[in-house]
């Protein structure tokens, strides 16, 4: 059975609601469309059930946080994935004042925005990105979103997160490699700290560069009087002591580092052993640093990780514009978490399709969209293009996959994948 299949299976059966067909019908629309008000996305499916629909995510409570663990839980057995990334990283979803979002308030843009004031009125959103390896592409799923409130301390959520992270693999049995992946801002003791020690998370990070790390304390001479000496001298590179020298595929396009390496320990850190990575790019100004916990990593391999953490930046770019979330306008937290994870599903289905039908779909764009076929890097498939290129194959997921006898009727070719669209072969003339 297809991932698609199975993903939206967990939604219909999760939520406890009687008209399945008209979530279904939700479901189909989200997929095909780039409505961002539940209002239009109610137009799509059928006027005359837009109070059927409201009451589903006004009234209609249901554990989306559970269902979401579900889904990605079931996608990690489904591809027996082991090693997983996850990005850490904070934006802003810009909102009038005159409408009444949840947690919507006034606070600091640090995006830096030549055409923005420094202080902007929006809702604040805290998100962590599944990057994972399926065969020889590296995809990035909304792993959660949290709406995070005013004046609330962002570590503090963030190691709250990390700790169910933990709990779910526990529970679970699961044997998997975390690797968390962040930006200089989330560069705290209190978090990479906690993240190995507490839960056993290896993480990369960007830090400041004039951040104090020291070499290892050398070796205590037998019988030496007094304690133990926890550092040695303090690590300070120049540009010119950066000696290696690599052509990396990093940020999508090739790149010139230049880097020095070192074993050393961390005062922010409480001088914990880290891999420490000075680095300097070719088009930059400055040197930057790279920090790991594990120190088994070379500077090379961590420099590339760490390029995975821009994964989540295209991410917002598609949900925050192709998906619209500036348009969700729901009165109340559970109402708008619950239309924001429904959203979130319907992302990760598109995600997971641009793999299966890349053939289709770079098909599709060379003949339909010409003009997005980069010079030097050729076709970027995204859930834009996904979405209009398998408008069709959506379009024939009927409710009788799902629920056999819920409709007597119908033909027995329902059942059939192949008959759905799914079991397209590289061509796309359903798509069209």
């Not at 933990?166 to 490699?177: A, C, T």
């Not at 926890?230 to 950066?242: A, W």
């Not at 996904?386 to 119908?410: E, N, W, Y």
Request: aromatic share 12%.
């Amino acid at each position: 059975m297809h991932i698609q299949i199975r993903i939206i299976q967990i939604i219909l059966q999760s939520i406890q609601y009687r008209n399945k067909e008209l979530l279904l019908d939700l479901i189909k629309a989200e997929l095909i469309s780039s409505s961002g008000y539940l209002t239009e996305l109610a137009m799509m499916v059928n006027p005359k059930k837009y109070p059927s629909i409201q009451k589903l995510f006004s009234r209609v409570k249901f554990d989306y946080v559970a269902i979401q663990i579900e889904i990605i839980l079931m996608i990690l057995m489904f591809f027996k994935i082991d090693k997983i990334s996850v990005s850490i990283d904070d934006t802003i979803v810009y909102r009038s004042r005159d409408k009444k979002v949840p947690n919507g308030h006034k606070q600091f843009d640090h995006a830096n925005k030549a055409n923005r004031s420094s202080f902007v009125f929006g809702q604040k959103l805290l998100a962590f990105g599944l990057i994972i390896e399926i065969g020889d592409k590296s995809i990035t799923l909304p792993l959660f979103i949290y709406l995070v409130k005013p004046q609330k301390n962002l570590i503090s959520t963030t190691t709250a997160i990390l700790k169910k992270i933990k709990q779910v693999i526990d529970k679970r049995g699961l044997s998997i490699e975390v690797e968390i992946l962040t930006d200089s801002w989330f560069a705290r003791a209190r978090l990479i700290l906690r993240a190995k020690h507490q839960y056993g998370f290896s993480t990369i990070t960007m830090a400041r560069k004039d951040l104090a790390i020291h070499k290892l304390p050398p070796a205590r001479r037998k019988g030496a009087k007094g304690r133990p000496k926890i550092k040695g001298k303090r690590i300070k590179p120049k540009p010119e002591d950066l000696k290696k020298s690599r052509t990396l595929n990093i940020y999508g396009r090739e790149v010139k580092v230049k880097y020095k390496e070192a074993i050393g320990k961390a005062r922010f850190l409480k001088y914990e052993t880290v891999k420490a990575v000075w680095v300097f790019f070719e088009d930059s100004k400055s040197m930057r640093l790279i920090i790991s916990t594990n120190e088994k990593l070379s500077g090379e391999e961590i420099i590339k990780r760490y390029a995975k953490r821009w994964d989540i930046e295209p991410m917002f770019n598609e949900l925050k514009n192709r998906f619209r979330f500036k348009d969700i306008m729901m009165h109340t937290q559970q109402s708008y978490y619950q239309f924001l994870y429904f959203k979130l599903w319907c992302f990760i289905i598109l995600k997971l399709s641009s793999i299966q039908f890349k053939q289709t779909i770079i098909d599709y764009i060379k003949d339909y969209l010409p003009w997005r076929v980069h010079y030097k890097k050729g076709v970027i498939i995204t859930a834009g293009s996904t979405q209009l290129a398998l408008r069709r194959v959506f379009a024939t997921l009927h409710i009788g996959l799902f629920f056999p006898k819920v409709d007597k009727k119908i033909d027995e070719t329902y059942v059939n994948n192949e008959f759905l669209g799914f079991g397209l072969d590289g061509g796309y003339e359903m798509t069209g």
